[in-house]
């Protein structure tokens, strides 16, 4: 089943935590602490991937998680790094967050972070000083980044033919590349964009067999928006219309009323006519004014019978032309997602709720706070002093926080004491 829009959630795996460990061994005094790091959580990637055609190996795995990192150990061993998770999607994916887009795949092998892993806590070795050689504390690892993504699978090509159903289009297709889509006598035999690549001398682009319109199709009858979102995609726009039947260019006018009705986008862009089936005695009755009345609406036009393979050569060789006169389809503007980037500072903001306690937001605060483990109590004094020294008790007071007020971090509560800190 081809699928083309997903919605998946990424969670990054969290850090391990930092140890409390101090060395032990016979004929050795004071061996001093030896607690050693957490290994960083494993982060999550799209990846683009040739060998995928469609989402549809998402469609029922809907949560994809990073393994976490290990914790560490005593003689300073280190935990074990979280193995990154990499997701493969096609090329041709868009990948949204909320509104923005974060990612626009186009080629083989890009490759995007939209989950970072956790940093993994420091153990006591590494808070050891001259005025403080036996810390009894270590952090915690970092909670590694969760995220919801919307994948939506538009089809990269150089060429996409469109054009009523049994206009000719698959037929084409089988003939000019190595794809095999399905041909019949009825329409819409193509149920989902099907690519070939066409060799000319030694030049090649890439088409695309798109499902056949029908009239209605910008209000969704038919295959509607199924197909008409894959056409915004291709550089060049091969236009097939059935000449066997009766009054053709009708045929040709209401496709494209259908284009500009879901977007004008598609009218600017450059669109080649292409008459099939000359081989048929009534093919060849509409031909000459078919390509009369197209003509004087500005469009080259070319008539060929993929079944005899009359004019399909010369007819190639004019859109492999055409193609080197268009520039490549250009990349979605990309909005960096701030939790995903090394962010230095540090913003917070101070809220009073209506009970009289204050709340303190910011997710980079938040996540040095989650480091400090509240069992230790060292780990609570240093984290006293680094309040002071992040500028949060000075915003406090400014905000007028009181003795004895309630003040939350995260999953923090604090009782504020004044002489706790001064």
């Not at 957490?38 to 549809?56: F, P, R």
């Not at 560490?72 to 280190?78: A, E």
């Not at 990499?86 to 974060?102: F, L, M, N, Y």
Request: net charge neutral; aromatic share 8%; glycine share 10%.
């Amino acid at each position: 089943m081809f699928i083309d829009e997903v919605t998946i959630k990424v969670v990054a795996g969290k850090g391990g935590d930092g140890v409390v460990s101090f060395r032990r061994e016979k004929y050795v005094p004071k061996g001093g602490p030896d607690g050693g790091d957490g290994g960083d959580g494993g982060s999550v990637y799209l990846q683009a991937d040739e060998a995928y055609t469609t989402l549809s190996h998402l469609r029922y795995k809907k949560l994809f998680k990073a393994t976490s990192g290990e914790n560490g150990k005593g003689s300073k061993c280190f935990g074990k790094t979280g193995n990154d998770l990499i997701i493969r999607v096609p090329v041709g994916t868009i990948v949204r967050k909320g509104e923005q887009v974060i990612a626009d795949f186009t080629t083989h092998g890009e490759k995007c972070l939209v989950a970072k892993g956790g940093r993994g806590g420091r153990g006591n070795s590494k808070f050891t000083s001259s005025s403080h050689q036996t810390p009894r504390y270590a952090e915690k690892g970092e909670v590694g980044e969760e995220a919801r993504l919307d994948l939506e699978l538009k089809v990269l090509a150089d060429v996409g033919l469109i054009g009523y159903p049994n206009a000719g289009k698959s037929t084409l297709l089988s003939v000019i590349s190595a794809a095999q889509p399905k041909v019949a006598s009825y329409p819409f035999t193509t149920l989902s964009p099907i690519l070939g690549v066409v060799e000319v001398e030694h030049r090649s682009f890439v088409v695309a067999d798109l499902p056949g319109l029908i009239k209605g199709a910008h209000q969704g009858i038919g295959l509607g928006f199924e197909f008409l979102k894959h056409v915004e995609r291709t550089r060049l726009l091969v236009h097939l219309v059935d000449l066997s039947v009766p009054s053709p260019w009708e045929a040709f006018r209401e496709i494209n009323f259908e284009l500009a009705s879901y977007s004008e986008k598609l009218t600017q862009k450059e669109q080649m006519v292409i008459g099939t089936k000359i081989d048929l005695p009534s093919a060849d009755d509409n031909k000459e004014e078919f390509i009369k009345k197209i003509s004087n609406q500005g469009y080259e036009v070319e008539c060929i019978s993929a079944v005899t393979g009359e004019n399909v050569k010369n007819t190639l060789y004019k859109i492999m032309a055409k193609l080197e006169k268009i520039p490549s389809i250009p990349k979605l503007e990309i909005i960096n997602d701030p939790k995903i980037t090394d962010k230095k500072g540090l913003d917070f903001t101070v809220i009073k709720e209506d009970s009289g306690s204050y709340r303190i937001e910011g997710d980079e605060l938040l996540k040095k706070v989650m480091r400090f483990n509240p069992t230790q109590d060292e780990a609570v004094i240093r984290l006293d002093k680094m309040l002071k020294h992040w500028g949060i008790l000075t915003a406090l007071e400014e905000a007028g926080v009181k003795e004895g007020d309630l003040v939350r971090i995260g999953n923090y509560e604090l009782v504020f004491q004044l002489e706790d800190y001064y």
